[in-house]
C-alpha cells in the first residue's frame, strides 16, 4: 500500500447514472474522513469536498444515528465503531478474493505467497497460499508485524512521505527481529528510496534469518496493499529475483483491475 492515496477533488463528483447523490456524498465524506486520520470538523469537510456546511450538516447527522459517525466532546467528528465490523469482513473478503492470485504466484514461482495490508501503524497479513516445497515459509493469516524488517512493509510505505514515515516509526520503535533488521529511520528511508527507483521491496533476512521476501504493491487499491512471495535465501537468489518481479507485478496488475470491479472475479483457469 503504503502508496498514499490519490487527492481526492476539492468537489464531490455529481451521482453517476443510476446512481443516488446522497449515498455518494456519505461515502466520499467518509474517504475523506479517513484520509484526514479519522476525525475532522465540518469546516474541513466543507473546504475538502466543496459541499456547503447545510448539506454536510445533514449528512453527518444521519451518519452519526447510523452509527458510522461519532460527534466527540470537542464538537469534531470520528469514524464510529460500527466501521469496523464493515473493516473486519471486508478484510477477510479481500483475502479471499486475493487467494486465486496468490495461487498462481505460488504457480509461476515454486514459493509461498502473501497479501498485506496497512493497518494503523503495522503490517497485517489478510491471505496466503503456501509453497509446495517441503521447506516453505509461512506467515499466519492475521499476523501483525512492524513494517521495517518486512519486503510488504517497505512496498506499503515506499510512497509515504518522509516525515510521516519518521513518525511512524517513532510511535513503533525499530526493534531488530535479527542483525540484519534495519534499525534507524535514515536507514530504513534509503531502503525506501531504493524501493521506487527499482519498483519493489526485499525483505534480506531481516524479519528471519535465512529467508527472502520480495513484495511490491497493489495499485490503486482501495486500501494500501502489498502482494510477496517468500522463501529460503537459498532458493530465492538474484537469478531469481530477477525471474520472480515481473511475475509480482503483473499479478499485482491483474490483482488490482480485479479489486476495482464489483465482484472481485477470480482469474480465469489456466
Given amino acids: 500500500m503504503p502508496p498514499t492515496a490519490e487527492p481526492k ?6 451521482a453517476s447514472s443510476g446512481g443516488v447523490q446522497s ?3 456519505a461515502f466520499d465524506l467518509l474517504e475523506r474522513m479517513a484520509d484526514a486520520g479519522g476525525e475532522v470538523g465540518l469546516s474541513e469537510l466543507s473546504t475538502s469536498s466543496g459541499l456547503p456546511l447545510p448539506t454536510i450538516h445533514r449528512l453527518m447527522r444521519t451518519l452519526v444515528a447510523c452509527g458510522y459517525v461519532r460527534q466527540q466532546p470537542n464538537r469534531r467528528y470520528a469514524l464510529g ?18 487467494r486465486p492470485y496468490l495461487a498462481r504466484l ?4 515454486g514459493e509461498t505467497a502473501n497479501m498485506a495490508l496497512l493497518d494503523g501503524d503495522e503490517v497485517v497479513y489478510v491471505a496466503q497460499v503456501p509453497s509446495r516445497h517441503s521447506m516453505r515459509m509461512f506467515t499466519e493469516v492475521g499476523r501483525r508485524v512492524l513494517p521495517h524488517s518486512t519486503g510488504v512493509g517497505k512496498a506499503l510505505l515506499a510512497h509515504t512521505p518522509p516525515e510521516e514515515v519518521r513518525a511512524l516509526l517513532a510511535r513503533t520503535g525499530m526493534p531488530a527481529a535479527t542483525e540484519k ?15 521506487r527507483e527499482v519498483g519493489y521491496a526485499m525483505d534480506d533476512n531481516e524479519q528471519e534469518l535465512g529467508v527472502r521476501c520480495i513484495a511490491v504493491s497493489v495499485p490503486d487499491s482501495p486500501s494500501a496493499a502489498a ?3 517468500s522463501g529460503p535465501a537459498g532458493r530465492v537468489t538474484e537469478a531469481a529475483t530477477d525471474k520472480f518481479v515481473p511475475v509480482l507485478r503483473e499479478v499485482a496488475e491483474d490483482l488490482s483491475k480485479a479489486l476495482a470491479t464489483t465482484g472481485g472475479t477470480s482469474p480465469s483457469a489456466g
Fill in 23 to 25: 449515498l455518494e456524498r
Fill in 81 to 98: 465503531p460500527r466501521l469496523i465490523r464493515l473493516g473486519e469482513t471486508s478484510s477477510r473478503l479481500l483475502g479471499t478474493w486475493a
Fill in 227 to 229: 502482494i510477496s512471495i
Fill in 181 to 195: 533488521t534495519i534499525t534507524t529511520a535514515d536507514g530504513f528511508l534509503d531502503a525506501l528510496e531504493h524501493v
Fill in 106 to 109: 505460488v504457480e509461476e514461482t
Fill in 9 to 14: 477533488s476539492a468537489t464531490t463528483p455529481p
